[in-house]
């Protein structure tokens, strides 16, 4: 395993159901992804990418395979920790295609929950979350509401949120659904930022094809396994 | 760590209040319920300890005077006073009454005792205006609550009676107000025929000897006597039944009241069941409320121990606001309540705790909520 790889899949297999109604949808999926890398997944609805998200992110057992998260086993035909919270709050960050902050916490309260959770102290946990938001441009919102931010505004809190922890991983879950082209680009070039800055392998979920040039990698769920394909490609799209 | 419960609370702070409020005023009723039956232990034992009595005699086989009705001669009280033990004997007379007032009739008990007598029944720390009687005749004290003032003329039977003095806070059993009146009254009122019932009755042959009952003899005894001892005596000998205070008390409070205090203890239960089938609805519907904020917290992986937390701390917070909101809501309207309302602190104490229990109860449906919440449904598609 490479010191730079911050997710490895080896023969990752998900099914639903069993004998007569057994439905396959991951079939020895094997891939590696480096830290500093951002990534697209792609695929037609109902292929497979809500399912492989979750797998990664430990949401979902799959059927059998290997996962590592970083040097970290986490999955070998089972679970390594009886608790997978634990290895998603230590390794994993989520961006959703809402920013979906918690309304009743104020910005900073957002961004320090996970850490806080962590065991960090609370000073800590401040520090490290108004870096994350200076970095983000949002620090002069740090004690606003999030009902007091623009669309925006938010979905680069909810960046920082996933990044308070120092992930392993960031899974995110279409995160420019909602957004017009322009803005969607941004987001994804602040990604690409934000994977080469802090060195975080980012794993993105998409639909909108304008987008996919700002990615270094694709990764496509084809026949129930997963497809690399090299940006400029045409058989990507 | 970041007080969930009391951000949540913050953030919906009047939602949260007008909720605690709407709880409280529930258990303002429970703790009002409590009060009514409180104040009917009061009311019974007024005035048994107004007239502080060591026995009561009554007719035979009977419950008398209270619970159930009861005839002996007035002469019967001599015939008391000289059996061994026995300090001072009344005869007494309890009549419920309709008294005509200005807007409309009040109901009262009137208590008919001696006025020369060795035993009143009439408390001087009770008196807040005015005089005891004085005069054989058509005198009256009356209770604060019926509205009467001080020389005020009521028409009572044949007669017209002045208000001579007034008490305050003196009432039945029943929670009537009492009013007081000469022995020589009450038997008039209570046991007189007029002239045409008196003949029927002699064409009959009955006689009109009633004139000379009451409803009770009550008396008090030497120091060094023992009360049942004595009651023994009278009852072996002048058979009628010989109840002491104490028992007068039990054959009140629970002969009595029991029934009603069985009600309002159903009563009181049904509130506290409703009360907390209201707070643990109102905490499902938080819980649902925040099901999609409670999944992310899931799949960012934070322990269910912190949310259940936020969800035990908010429904017992609504808990005890609800409490001190209901108190203040009882201890408002209390007196506006015809009848008497006891507020004790132990009662609140125990709402109190009943409550605390009720809302864990009712924090249950949030808990289950939340632990059946799937951290998947965070992510879309």
Redo the contacts between chains.
Sequence with gaps: MSKQSAIKVQNLVKNFGKDESLIKVIENASFEIQKGELVALIAPSGAGKTTLLMMIGCVQEPTSGEIWLGEEKVYDNGWSAKDTRKIRREKIGFIFQAHYLIPFLNIIENVTLLPQTNGVSEKAAKQKAMELLEYLEIADKAYSMSSQLSGGQNQRVAIARALANNPEIILADEPTAALDAQRSISVIKMLKKIAREQNVAIITVTHDDRILPYFDKIMKIENRGIVFHELGEDKIL | ??N?AK??I???LGKFIVTAMGVGMLLGIVLIMIGVYRGMMVDAEILLDDISADLWIVQEDTLGPFAESSRVHEDLKDIIYVTEGIDKSEAMTFQNIQLPHRDKPVRVVAVGYDIYGSINPINPKRLIAGRELKNDHYEIVVTDKTGFNLDEKIKLGRNLYTVVGITHSTVSNGGDPLVYISLKDAQDLQFSYSNKEIQNNEARGIKNSEAFMVNVIVARLKSGYDVDEVAQEIKKWQHKSVYTAVQQKTILTKNLIEKSAKQIGLFTAILVIVSTIIIALIIYTMTLEKM??IS????????NS?IISMIVKETLLLGVFAFIFGNIFSHLVYDKFPKRIVLEIPDAWGLFGVVIIASILASFVGVKKVISAD??S????
Excluded: F, Q, S, V
């Design positions: 760590m970041i969930l951000r949540d913050e953030h919906t999609k904020e992310i917290m899931k799949l960012m992986g934070l322990p912190l951290p998947a965070a992510i879309g598609g």
